[in-house]
């Protein structure tokens, strides 16, 4: 069963654990016309999907993997994270790390074990589907948080679909390797992966749900009393 409220977005969450069963070409392309009903400032509509199974799947995680099991340094073409981190921001990222570690028995100080886990990103979460997602690089700020409407439209339909699905921002660790595994133009910048399919509730990794913050910590009102 999944986790969380009635609602669509609260039933929503970040799936890492699949069970082995395929997705159809058709119920990913019905996804992608709904994400794109999502807000789009002049309708660029910007973003491109790159949708993986089977070998070509399996052959890009092998890359990956061993890009990353070789020491191979990160070549991220944009800066997810606030460089440096503040450290209020810091508590909150180590806050959500421990508490995925603590749902799959892996204690903080278990260095391997941590890194074994987020080498999982690199394998799509052995989900029968993966999918890249990129931008033009000449593309503004505005443009990202276009595209970040239409990845949560994605999930969001995933998720009413019966299907699970992860964001993957890892994979812009190695953004140019992926760039020239799948032969990409030079218009096409790696933003992020997705891993999707039917969700395995009963694997512990799907059992936990990090914290958000309150509304009396993210908003203030005016005019209202």
């Known amino acids: 069963m999944a986790p ?4 669509l977005f609260e039933r929503r969450t970040s799936v890492r654990a699949f069970l082995d069963r395929p997705v159809g070409k058709a119920e990913v392309a019905d996804l992608l ?4 009903m999502a807000p789009s400032g002049a309708n660029l509509q910007p973003g491109r999907f790159h949708v993986l199974t089977g070998r ?5 995680s092998a890359a990956l993997t061993g890009a990353e ?8 073409d944009y800066s997810y994270f606030p460089r ?14 421990f508490a995925l570690y603590a749902a799959l028995d892996i204690d903080k100080r278990d260095l391997d074990g941590r890194r074994a886990q987020f080498d999982r ?7 029968p589907v993966g999918v890249v997602v990129t931008i033009r690089p000449d593309m503004g700020k505005g443009c990202f948080m276009d595209l970040g409407m239409c990845l949560q439209t994605f999930l969001l339909a995933a998720t009413e679909a019966g299907l699970g699905a992860c964001g993957i921002g890892a994979l812009a660790n190695h953004g140019r390797l992926v760039h020239d595994h799948l032969g990409l133009g030079a218009d096409e910048l790696v933003v992020c992966g ?9 694997h512990p990794v799907n059992q936990f749900r990090t914290e958000r913050l309150s509304v009396v910590e993210i908003a203030t009102f005016r005019g209202f009393d």
């Not at 969380?4 to 609602?7: A, E, H």
């Not at 070509?56 to 890009?60: G, M």
């Open 56 to 60: 070509p799947l399996a052959a890009l």
């Open 69 to 76: 099991a070789a020491g191979r340094p990160h070549d991220a």
């Open 4 to 7: 969380g409220g009635d609602s």
């Open 121 to 127: 990103n690199y394998r799509f979460f052995d989900a």
């Open 84 to 97: 440096p981190m503040p450290a209020e921001l810091k508590a909150l990222q180590r806050a959500a790390g």
């Open 33 to 36: 016309r709904l994400a794109r």
């Open 194 to 202: 997705i891993a999707l399919g039917h969700p395995d509730w009963d």
